[in-house]
């Protein structure tokens, strides 16, 4: 009879023994007989309009086979997870690192030297690197609908009134900071023709979301093209974004030969999604109880030069402004912003990470107004079986978060005996 019960057994990774060995092919690793190499001019200004590319320079360059600028762009110059709102090469700079022009060569070499050969006449534009100078009235507009992508609203109860009635309030703000992936392996691909079918074979987390976005930047139908995830070499939320993936289907289509992007660390940093930086205005009430009244936040998310995943992001923000616990009254707005910054998109939490820091820190500081633990306070307020969430939402199932607490605490109390028992 087949065991099929694993659990507390060993179990071998499917892809171990291929990390361990060296012998798995990252994107980066693959290699195709007579691959052309592409590489991106990326602009050193973070606003501005594209007024003239001359590329002739750079295509007498030997080696160099074509330049393409969004001209050349067969379908629609956009993309976007939520919004399409990202153009594969721009004829408008949002952000330093904005794809100007696309370089496909026979070697990397050359491809190099063609990114410094081709001249680029831009009218600049003044940038907005401050998230609260970009919602201010009068502002350059950053895309056409204004520089306020999304505003997220919560309201439950009766906040002004319970601030009123509270025994405490605590008022702060917070900023939380832009943060980078740092995969070790950095964006890669490569594309070709297989008769009639586009096939790219890329470090990715979306790949059907890929797919959909080549087809319309291409003008081709999603039965005509292939997106092959490679194994990845980290992605936590950055390589759910589009990178190399229309890079790669524009110059094997026009060209109709197989092409290699592989993008070095510094076009990563520069050219790739980041974690949301917050500014977030938050007020939290508590009865003499250490029960939770109120919380009233304002969140401010910088989004940068497109939305990417933000909306969600900040709309998972304002759901979680509140934390694990139940509070009867919460105001609670979101707003995800446009800046001249680089793009901000998905990273491990979709915004939760920067809202629990504040929602935690909110919660300790009460806990000292009115001096109990930082557990006791916790124990008051947290979600049980039957709590009602910010958003009106009933838990009818189990809730593990009071559990947790106390097997946490028990632990803590094992290892440093000198903790001592309230919690402080």
């Known amino acids: 009879m087949l065991e099929k019960n694993i659990v507390g057994r060993p179990v071998p990774r499917v892809d171990g023994f291929g990390k361990v060995t060296g012998a798995t092919r990252y994107a980066g690793d693959l290699d195709i007989p007579g691959a052309l190499h592409l590489k991106v001019l990326r602009s050193k200004v973070a606003h501005g309009l594209v007024k003239k590319i001359d590329a002739s320079r750079a295509l007498k360059i030997p080696g160099v086979i074509a330049v393409f600028t969004h001209a050349d762009i067969p379908g629609t110059n956009s993309y976007g997870i939520i919004v399409k709102d990202q153009p594969v090469l721009t004829a408008k700079i949002r952000f330093k690192g904005d794809a100007v022009a696309l370089v496909a060569a026979e070697d990397e070499a050359s491809a190099l030297a063609a990114l410094d050969a081709i001249e680029?006449?831009?009218?600049?534009?003044?940038?907005?690197?401050?998230?609260?100078?970009?919602?201010?009235?009068?502002?350059?507009?950053?895309?056409?609908?204004?520089?306020?992508?999304?505003?997220?609203?919560?309201?439950?109860?009766?906040?002004?009134?319970?601030?009123?009635?509270?025994?405490?309030?605590?008022?702060?703000?917070?900023?939380?900071?832009?943060?980078?992936?740092?995969?070790?392996e950095t964006e890669a691909g490569v594309a070709y023709l297989d008769n009639d079918t586009l096939i790219i074979k890329v470090a990715t987390q979306n790949p059907h979301y890929d797919r959909k976005d080549v087809a319309r930047v291409l003008g081709l139908p999603l039965n005509k093209i292939r997106v092959i995830q490679t194994a990845t070499g980290g992605g936590f939320g950055g390589k759910l974004d589009i990178s190399v993936q229309c890079f790669l289907g524009l110059a094997a289509l026009k060209l109709g030969r197989p092409v290699k992007m592989v993008y070095d660390r510094e076009e990563s940093f520069v050219a790739t999604a980041k974690r949301h930086p917050f500014i977030v205005d938050c007020t939290s009430a508590a009865a003499g109880d250490g029960k939770l009244l109120a919380v009233k936040a304002r969140i401010i998310g910088d989004t940068g030069a497109y939305a990417s995943y933000g909306p969600a992001t900040l709309t998972r923000a304002a759901v979680h402004a509140t934390g694990p616990y139940e509070v009867a009254n919460v105001d609670l707005e979101a707003l995800c912003v446009y800046t001249n910054n680089p793009f901000s998109g998905a990273m491990r939490g979709f915004g939760v990470p920067q809202i629990a820091f504040i929602h935690e820190s909110q919660m300790d500081l009460l806990a000292k107004e009115l001096q109990i633990s930082s557990l006791e306070i916790r124990r008051r307020n947290v979600l049980r079986a039957g709590s009602v969430t910010a958003t009106g939402q009933q838990l009818v199932n189990s809730v593990g978060i009071g559990k947790t607490l106390e097997a946490a605490w028990a632990r803590a109390l094992e290892v440093m005996p000198g903790l001592g028992g309230d919690g402080r």
């Open 120 to 184: 680029v006449e831009v009218e600049e534009l003044p940038p907005l690197y401050d998230v609260q100078a970009a919602m201010a009235a009068g502002a350059p507009a950053i895309h056409d609908s204004g520089n306020i992508l999304t505003v997220t609203k919560i309201k439950r109860g009766n906040v002004e009134a319970a601030l009123g009635q509270a025994t405490v309030v605590v008022s702060r703000r917070y900023t939380t900071q832009r943060v980078e992936h740092g995969y070790i």
